[in-house]
């Protein structure tokens, strides 16, 4: 049924397969979708569970007022990522006081409807509160200061969240160090100090370093194998590398993600794509659309090739609630779902991938 290339009947299919999503009843977990809707399509999830991958979507605590978006978001996917809301600033909004209710609400959300949550993001130098960005810190005030984040938030969720973003962005595009206070303060060690401190908190919860830039092989994708090769060899507890896959199609699909994925697994590291979107310049064409549709098929795939790819979370689902057009003006359609909710080219495309028998590894 999707393999119509027409564009206009491919519209009014997904026309029709929104609303069914939309009116279809509630359920309780991934497992329970299918059979609880006889007759009706798999969702994403259903259709990636069967390679034993996640298929998620970010979300964010304001989006939760929106009842269209929250029934699909619990209906089609089984793992979700707080967007903000367990990143420092609303999670130790002052020094030594703890606020966790934006995660909370996520993670009670999540947990209703059988999906798992990934935690983003312990220690990152983007959105972090006053009190820490205001002054100066000596090396063992900072230190004290990350190790009692990071165990507090990592304690409070354990149990709760099946993975941790530990550390966001470390590295710039050659591959050197980003300069944050975190590396001025406590030099490159901060990193394993940070994995070995969430270990501490919750020896069961995968650990991950994450990024954007990372999915082709180049300087920064290197600079965390090689990373990632040090700390294993040191024993640090590293269980994966998160590709953010914020994709542009005017930069060009990054073709050695399937092989850079697959050098990860050899060094004993789970893999993950963490925050997909596809941007395009506005106006989207069908042309664009169709080439983001291609996209998303490629990804796909990439991750089903490679036994350590985990699983696949979309940077929230639909072009409603996509960070893009706020961040890169002019830029935007990045995501599967268009701002009504309705299903895209590139929902189909994954849909497709999902549905393609596992090959090789
Ligand atoms: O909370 C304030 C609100 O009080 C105010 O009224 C509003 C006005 O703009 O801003 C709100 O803060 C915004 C915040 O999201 C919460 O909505 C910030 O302006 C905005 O900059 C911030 O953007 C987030 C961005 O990270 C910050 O870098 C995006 O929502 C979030 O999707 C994005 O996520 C990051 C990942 O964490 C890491 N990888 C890249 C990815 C995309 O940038």
Request: proline share 6%.
């Given at each position: 049924?999707?393999?119509?290339?027409?564009t206009a009947?491919?519209?009014?299919?997904?026309?029709?397969?929104?609303?069914?999503?939309?009116?279809?009843?509630?359920?309780?977990?991934?497992?329970?979708?299918?059979?609880?809707?006889?007759?009706?399509?798999?969702?994403?999830?259903?259709?990636a569970?069967?390679?034993?991958?996640?298929?998620?979507?970010?979300?964010?605590?304001?989006?939760?007022?929106d009842?269209?978006?929250?029934?699909?978001?619990?209906?089609?996917?089984d793992?979700?990522?707080?967007?903000?809301?367990?990143?420092?600033?609303?999670?130790?909004?002052?020094?030594?006081?703890?606020?966790?209710?934006?995660?909370?609400?996520?993670?009670?959300?999540a947990?209703?409807?059988?999906?798992?949550?990934?935690?983003?993001?312990?220690?990152?130098?983007?959105?972090?509160?006053?009190w820490?960005?205001?002054?100066?810190?000596?090396?063992?005030?900072?230190?004290?200061v990350?190790?009692?984040?990071?165990?507090?938030?990592?304690?409070?969720?354990?149990?709760?969240?099946?993975?941790?973003?530990?550390?966001?962005?470390?590295?710039?595009?050659?591959?050197?160090?980003?300069?944050?206070?975190?590396?001025?303060?406590?030099?490159?060690?901060?990193?394993?100090d940070?994995?070995?401190?969430?270990?501490?908190?919750?020896?069961?919860?995968?650990?991950?370093?994450?990024?954007?830039?990372?999915?082709?092989?180049?300087?920064?994708?290197?600079?965390?194998?090689?990373?990632?090769?040090?700390?294993?060899?040191?024993?640090?507890?590293?269980?994966?590398?998160?590709?953010?896959?914020?994709?542009?199609?005017?930069?060009?699909?990054?073709?050695?993600?399937?092989?850079?994925?697959?050098?990860?697994?050899?060094?004993?590291?789970?893999?993950?794509?963490?925050?997909?979107d596809?941007?395009?310049?506005?106006?989207?064409?069908?042309?664009?659309?169709?080439?983001?549709?291609?996209?998303?098929?490629?990804?796909?795939?990439?991750?089903?090739a490679?036994?350590?790819?985990?699983?696949?979370?979309?940077?929230?689902?639909?072009?409603?609630?996509?960070?893009?057009?706020?961040?890169?003006?002019?830029?935007?359609?990045a995501?599967?779902?268009?701002?009504?909710?309705?299903?895209?080219?590139?929902?189909?495309?994954?849909?497709?991938?999902?549905?393609?028998?596992?090959?090789?590894?």
């Open positions: 049924m999707r393999t119509t290339s027409t009947p491919r519209l009014v299919l997904a026309g029709a397969l929104a609303a069914a999503l939309l009116l279809g009843g509630a359920t309780t977990g991934p497992a329970a979708r299918a059979a609880e809707r006889p007759g009706q399509e798999h969702t994403l999830a259903d259709l569970q069967r390679h034993g991958r996640y298929f998620g979507s970010a979300t964010d605590n304001p989006e939760l007022a009842e269209p978006y929250t029934a699909l978001l619990g209906r089609e996917f793992q979700i990522t707080p967007g903000n809301g367990m990143k420092w600033y609303a999670t130790e909004p002052r020094q030594g006081v703890f606020d966790f209710s934006q995660g909370d609400e996520i993670v009670n959300l947990r209703s409807k059988g999906q798992k949550v990934r935690g983003h993001t312990l220690v990152w130098h983007s959105q972090l509160p006053d820490l960005t205001g002054r100066e810190w000596t090396a063992p005030e900072l230190r004290a990350l190790k009692k984040h990071i165990q507090t938030q990592v304690r409070h969720y354990r149990g709760k969240v099946f993975a941790w973003d530990v550390v966001n962005e470390a590295f710039n595009e050659d591959g050197t160090y980003r300069d944050t206070v975190f590396l001025r303060t406590l030099g490159p060690g901060y990193i394993a940070a994995l070995r401190w969430a270990h501490q908190a919750d020896p069961h919860v995968r650990l991950y370093l994450n990024d954007y830039n990372i999915e082709a092989t180049g300087p920064k994708s290197d600079a965390y194998h090689e990373l990632a090769k040090q700390l294993k060899a040191r024993h640090v507890p590293l269980h994966g590398i998160g590709f953010q896959t914020h994709l542009a199609l005017q930069y060009g699909y990054p073709a050695t993600l399937e092989d850079n994925l697959r050098r990860f697994s050899r060094l004993g590291l789970d893999t993950a794509l963490t925050e997909v596809v941007r395009m310049q506005l106006p989207a064409t069908e042309e664009k659309l169709a080439e983001q549709a291609r996209w998303y098929r490629s990804l796909t795939e990439a991750c089903l490679v036994r350590r790819c985990v699983g696949i979370t979309l940077w929230d689902y639909t072009d409603k609630y996509s960070w893009i057009p706020a961040f890169f003006p002019g830029e935007g359609a995501l599967p779902w268009d701002e009504a909710l309705r299903p895209k080219p590139a929902y189909h495309a994954l849909r497709e991938a999902l549905q393609t028998p596992r090959r090789g590894r």
